[in-house]
């Protein structure tokens, strides 16, 4: 337990930074109904499943074109 107390001051920003990047892609998959491959049901599941990595991989991949 003191370890993980030891380590709070870098993990607090990085869970919110995590938190943050997770809700504004899935608001963004939620609004947007391009995609360049997959489905608004197979992003919602990799977004919140594969964390951290995930939403990354939808901005830079996954979201289609602006209308």
Not at 10 to 19: A, D, F, G
Request: with cysteine; proline share 6%; aromatic share 14%.
């Amino acid at each position: 337990m003191d370890v993980l107390i030891e380590y709070l001051p870098v993990l607090i920003p990085l869970i919110v930074l995590e938190v943050a990047l997770a809700l504004t892609a899935l608001i963004h998959v939620l609004r947007h109904p391009n995609y360049r491959f997959g489905n608004k049901v197979f992003w919602c599941i990799f977004v919140v499943i594969v964390q951290f990595i995930g939403p990354i991989v939808y901005f830079a991949a996954g979201r289609g074109e602006e209308e």
